[in-house]
């Protein structure tokens, strides 16, 4: 079994407080939905694959940081894009999953 403890605390904490957001298996890994859509997701250890707004905005994430931000071909298509563990700070991390939240976030889940 892979070892993930590192990377779960540093993304729960990334996490707080963000309002409907439940911890799950996800493809045989931990993972986060936000409602009933994935808002994070551990690829394996190391790597967490995000949502992003679109496929341009994971290219320009690439472009800009690709110390952090990385794809590889199962992701063609899709607007998610994967991230180093080790690389990505907790600040970054952080508004990377508000931005994903704001993304997926249904009007619903918005209410107070």
């Known amino acids: 079994m892979a070892d993930f403890s590192?990377?779960?605390?540093?993304?729960?904490a990334a996490m707080a407080g963000l309002p409907h957001v439940t911890e799950r298996t996800y493809?045989?890994?931990?993972?986060?939905?936000a409602g009933k859509k994935m808002l994070a997701r551990l690829r394996e250890p190391g790597v967490v694959v995000l949502p992003v707004a679109s496929e341009a905005d994971k290219h320009l994430l690439i472009e800009a940081a690709p110390d952090i931000y990385f794809t590889i071909p199962h992701y063609d298509g899709y607007a998610l894009v994967l991230a180093r563990m080790d690389a990505i700070s907790d600040e970054e991390l952080t508004h990377r999953?508000?931005?994903a939240w704001d993304i997926l976030a249904t009007p619903k889940m918005r209410r107070p």
């Open 27 to 33: 493809y045989g890994t931990p993972g986060w939905m």
């Open 97 to 99: 999953l508000r931005l």
């Open 6 to 12: 590192s990377d779960l605390a540093k993304l729960r």
